[in-house]
């Protein structure tokens, strides 16, 4: 997504989706807005009771009763603080609880949401920039709801207090102090604007650093080859130094509207200071009715201060959870059905049936990726796709397994088009073993049956023995439960391969699609490996994707493709005879 196509909130509204994240936990919220409240009371009750503290120490009135007096008000002014603690650390609690409990829920949506997504999103959206959302915006989000929107509550409610004490006891005071707010509110609404689209373009360039940062280190063989490492190098200190430039402004800015704040606050709670003693000097009010306006002063301003830093953090959090709630909104152009269709149950091999497949990539909608493309798959038959790369035999795995959707054509699984099926259902059916093979951080194991997570190590022993990777595997220093590293570093390419080979015969599927299976394979294992592939394709139906072509001569049909046509269609000796196409392919590979 890029960032104009990023709507722009202007307010804290934005919050608002994050509703449906609140709800399962309108119980706990109900206590902890309790608990805000009567903390809230408490401190407001604590001036009045400070007031007639003064005023007992200071009344003219008999020593021991001046005494006993003091020693009471003491008493009361420990039990607010007594209870002012257990409220909040109540309060607390509980918001922090929360703030948890949402941010994990809000981090699990949304990367729900993300891996829903088919390839195409990928394609436009960058991973890293998912990992900064799913990081660095959801903390922002979990800071707010965890302990901003708290603390903004819990000042609102004692700023309303501490205003509606003043003017009941000091109207002519009030007065005066509510004008010194009025000039610290409309430049504090005015900067807050500015703060705001400065975060949003400070957490824009954190992203876009942590894009980088992704993508290098999912590639640092082929930087390190190529010795770029200190261009990239320099490249991610660039983003890191625009993130920085972008949050010094917001930092300036936010600087400068503290300073302001504390210093318009610090001045009107000195104005209403001297105007309070001048009022105790005239015998108008009491030393302690002054002490108490004093007090709720200080309450109000602090309480505005404080008003005005949540805000700002309020207007980071709006951002952030636009960001989050783009992904969580986002859709996927392949969908579940709305009337899904049940699969006939599975027999020995699935007939695929694809007819008139017409189809672009999103990123590339100039480029016609397959055309016209045609093809009756039977029961155990084997099809060969044959062709340069960029021809569309990628592409048409893709399609089959509805990672994408055609542009038009159809595509038919046991006579019940794909789009009708649930994706679950009909990737079921599916084998797949693709060129590049991908492993996850777990071990040997956990690798093999990641599609059949409850097989049980003699299944996943019979399918490594099947793949011809059980020799190489028991030798690994805690054999199956050996630790493969992140995308399977520790294991050799062949091994590698043959480990995703055991994984797609694990799944026992009727279909298999076999993308360059044994492109990494030294030539000894290639051999081992291509026998049990055909052991594994007999009694199911399979396309293979091949290059070397001497893998392919044994399959019922060879389809050749050129630039997304279908040009070529029969046996290896049919299509070596025609002088064709495959001919050339064939002449060049076998003198070779």
């Known amino acids: 997504m890029s960032d104009t196509d990023r709507p722009k909130a202007k307010t804290p509204a934005a919050l608002s989706g994050l509703r449906p994240f609140l709800q399962p936990y309108r119980g706990r919220i109900l206590l902890a807005g309790l608990f805000l409240v009567a903390a809230a009371l408490t401190t407001l009750a ?3 009771v400070l007031g007639r503290l003064v005023d007992a120490g200071l009344l003219p009135q008999d020593r021991g009763e001046q005494l006993l007096a003091l ?3 003491f008493l009361l002014l420990f039990a607010v603080g007594a209870l002012l603690g257990a409220f909040g650390a109540a309060r607390f609690y509980l918001v922090t609880w929360l703030g948890e409990r949402i941010t994990a829920d ?4 949304v990367y729900a949401r993300v891996v829903g997504h088919s390839p195409g999103f990928f394609e436009t959206t960058r991973t890293g920039e998912v990992l900064s959302r799913l990081t660095t915006d959801t903390t922002l989000v979990q800071t707010v709801i965890g302990s901003s929107l708290s603390m903004g509550l819990r000042n609102a409610l004692m700023a309303l207090g501490a205003l509606v004490m003043l003017v009941v006891t000091n109207p002519w005071v009030m007065a005066q102090v509510l004008g010194v707010l009025l000039l610290v509110l409309l430049p504090t609404l005015v900067w807050g604007r500015r703060v705001r689209r400065l975060s949003r373009d400070s957490q824009d360039r954190v992203a876009d650093a942590s894009a980088i940062a992704g993508e290098v280190l999912n590639a640092i063989p082929v930087v390190q080859s190529h010795g770029q490492e200190a261009r990239e190098a320099r490249r991610f200190a660039d983003a890191a130094e625009a993130a920085f430039a972008t949050a010094r402004k917001r930092a300036k800015l936010r600087a400068l509207l503290i300073a302001f704040v504390i210093i318009a606050n610090f001045a009107a709670m000195l104005w209403g200071l001297y105007l309070g003693t001048q009022a105790v000097v005239e015998g108008r009010i009491s030393a302690g009715h002054l002490t108490q306006s004093a007090v709720y002063v200080v309450l109000l301003l602090s309480s505005v201060a404080v008003l005005a830093e949540v805000w700002s953090d309020l207007l980071r959090a709006a951002g952030a959870t636009e960001r989050l709630i783009e992904l969580l909104h986002s859709q996927s152009p392949v969908r579940e059905p709305v009337q899904p269709l049940a699969l006939p149950a599975p027999g020995q091999g699935a007939r695929l049936r694809i007819q008139g497949l017409h189809f672009r990539y999103p990123s590339r909608p100039q480029q016609l ?4 493309f045609s093809l009756d798959l039977q029961p155990g038959e084997t099809v060969a796709l044959v062709g340069a790369s960029g021809a569309g035999k990628t592409t048409l795995f893709q399609l089959i397994q509805r990672f994408y959707e055609p542009e038009s054509g159809r595509i038919e699984l046991d006579g019940v088009p794909i789009d009708r099926l649930p ?19 777990a071990d040997v194991l956990e690798n093999i049956r990641y599609g059949r997570p409850e097989a049980s190590e003699a299944e996943v022993e019979a399918a490594a023995r099947a793949a011809h990777a059980h020799e190489f595997v028991s030798a690994l220093p805690q054999g199956y439960r050996t630790f493969v590293g992140e995308r399977g570093v520790r294991l050799s390419g ?5 480990i995703a ?3 797609a015969l694990l799944c026992n599927p009727p279909l298999l699609l076999l993308d360059e299976a044994t492109s990494s394979l030294d030539a000894e294992s290639e051999r081992a490996v291509q026998q049990a592939l055909d052991a594994a394709m007999r009694g199911r139906s399979t396309l293979v994707i091949a290059h070397r072509l001497a893998t392919v001569q044994h399959a019922d049909r060879i389809v050749v493709l050129e630039h997304g046509h279908v040009v ?25």
């Not at 990726?369 to 016209?372: I, N, P, R």
């Not at 062949?494 to 043959?498: L, S, T, V």
């Not at 070529?568 to 076998?590: D, I, M, N, P």
């Open 568 to 592: 070529e269609t029969g046996s290896h000796t049919e299509l070596v005879a025609r002088g064709g196409v495959y001919a050339r392919l064939a002449a060049l590979q076998f003198s070779a």
């Open 494 to 498: 062949g091994q590698r391969q043959r």
């Open 106 to 109: 809000v981090r699990a949506a």
């Open 369 to 372: 990726a397959l055309a016209d």
């Open 423 to 441: 994706l679950q259902s009909l990737r079921g059916r599916i084998g797949l073993v693709p060129q590049e093979s991908t492993l996850f951080s």
């Open 71 to 73: 020693r009471g008000h």
């Open 501 to 503: 080979i055991a994984r």
């Open 46 to 48: 604590f001036p009045i």
